[in-house]
């Protein structure tokens, strides 16, 4: 079974509407992260929680939130659906190595497409 | 704050060496590389610190130049498994950002028989 499960995998809704997407890790990993992809941008943060009371925004977070319901379940929302919205998104969680560093482990994404 | 790579492609034939770089402007902690293969996600490469520090992992290899904040990702005779797109991520000087990451906008390697 995969370690970090995103649903739906794709999803096509229609502009106002409100969309929810969800990530579950069973690695046992504090920490957890959304990333919004498009082509030729790169990964970039939305929201990223370092534990259950912890949320923060990442460089993107307007148009989104979070919610962080347990150690292993982050979600993201889209209140109103906008096409500019329509990407491919990516939550990843992290482990400590060592001095402090750390791995991201990235689920297998979620298309998006705002019409 | 995001991270410069280049060049933005590279292609190449089966057993050439290749190097992609990322550049800060700046303070670096430390720098990530992750590869991404076509319709799947990120994928962990290695991590280095600030100092210097060198790291390989078969015939990849990458090293960071804190100085320049910089880093370079080095890949020796390359294979058809090495096609993808690398991505660097930067982690800032310890502080309010502790273990965020900045991604480069990905470097896309095809590797041809």
């Not at chain 1, 939130?65 to 109103?80: D, G, H, N, P, T």
């Not at chain 2, 410069?4 to 050439?16: D, H, K, N, T, Y």
Request: aromatic share 10%.
């Amino acid at each position: 079974d995969a370690d970090v499960t995103q649903t739906p995998r794709n999803r096509i809704t229609k502009t106002g509407k409100r969309i929810m997407l969800e990530c579950s890790q069973t690695k046992g990993h504090d920490r957890m992260y959304w990333y919004r992809q498009d082509p030729g941008l790169g990964l970039r943060l939305i929201y990223y929680s370092f534990d259950v009371k912890d949320i923060n925004k990442g460089e993107i977070s307007d148009g989104y939130s979070v919610s962080r319901q347990a150690q292993a379940k982050f979600s993201l929302s889209l209140e109103s659906a906008i096409p500019n919205q329509t990407a491919l998104y990516f939550c990843a969680t992290s482990d400590l190595l060592g001095r402090g560093l750390e791995e991201q482990f990235f689920g297998p994404g979620t298309r998006l497409t705002v019409l | 704050q995001q991270p410069v790579q280049s060049p933005q492609a590279v292609i190449l034939r089966e057993g050439e060496d290749a190097v992609i770089n990322c550049s800060s402007s700046k303070a670096l902690y430390s720098v990530h590389w992750y590869r991404q293969k076509h319709g799947e996600a990120p994928v962990f490469l290695m991590i280095l610190l600030k100092g210097g520090e060198q790291k390989g992992h078969d015939k990849i290899s990458a090293s960071f130049n804190e100085k320049k904040q910089q880093s370079s990702l080095y890949l020796t005779a390359s294979q058809l498994s090495y096609s993808g797109t690398y991505f660097c991520g930067t982690e800032r000087d310890r502080g309010s950002t502790l273990g965020r990451l900045y991604f480069g906008r990905g470097t896309q390697l095809t590797v041809w028989p």
